[in-house]
């Protein structure tokens, strides 16, 4: 099953702010393995198969470095079509003595953790067929095990990496939030995503269509937190796309009956969530 297309809600494009895009460029292209799209002197787009653009770096003037106490991006996660891709992927980064943060098994994903230049998180994931998914009522069962590096790496014991391959797409998003409470309230009856996983008052994962999930979201290090400054390294904005111009107004219309910030200026729609995260809700 595809969970990354109609009618399923998304979100295939990330923003960041980063404080040297020469620098970040480098790392994105020789680390991560993505190919530039466009650029300007202060702008660059980042793609996998060359045609939609799964990463946006801007570089602002006189950028403060993130605070990780601040909401924000948790990490974001590039979904790799074949257990083989990720095995090339983590011998790749063995092979050039890149740092990585782990790796682990989440039964429904096998995934390995870095950071940027900026110390933006970065997962890069493997999705098990869903159909081995195992479910607990409404919640996916999810677990964080010891990730098979050996099998991985047999798997791509005579590849060469050429960068991440074409069929790369934006997975999911998980965010730092200040309070779950709110946070909930905005995404599900206001974004109109279901939650799929719960860990206590400290973590939340939402999707639409039983996907294990499109956004997470957690306040292991921002509980009470407040926003970054505008001047601040990290997420900008990410992007939402929704299957109709009928469910995205649906959607702006219960985020306004909310209370919530919504932004229609130039054909972009945008909204906050409690935390002050920003998105753009786009129609696929």
Known sequence: MNFHQKPKVYAPTVELKVAS?????????EVIGLKILDQSATNASLTADGVNA??????????????ERNTGLYHFALLVPTRKDLGIVLKHLIETRNPLQGGSDHLVSEAIYLADPDMNG??????RPSEDWQWNNEYVVMDSRRLDVEGLLALAENEVFTGLPKGTIMGHIHLQVSDLNSTEKFYCEGLGFDVVTKYGSQALFISTGRYHHHIGLNTWHSAG?????????????????????????????????MGAFVSVENNTTLTKDPSGNTIQLVVG
């Open 21 to 29: 895009l020469e620098r970040s460029l480098a790392f994105y292209q």
């Open 54 to 67: 799964l990463l946006k770096l801007e570089q602002p003037e006189n950028i403060t470095p993130r605070n």
């Open 225 to 257: 937190g407040s926003a970054p400054s505008e001047s601040s390294a990290g997420l900008k904005q990410y992007t939402l796309v929704y299957p109709s111009e009928e469910e995205r107004a649906n959607a702006i219309n219960r985020l306004k009956n």
């Open 122 to 127: 970065i997962e890069i994931y493997v999705d």
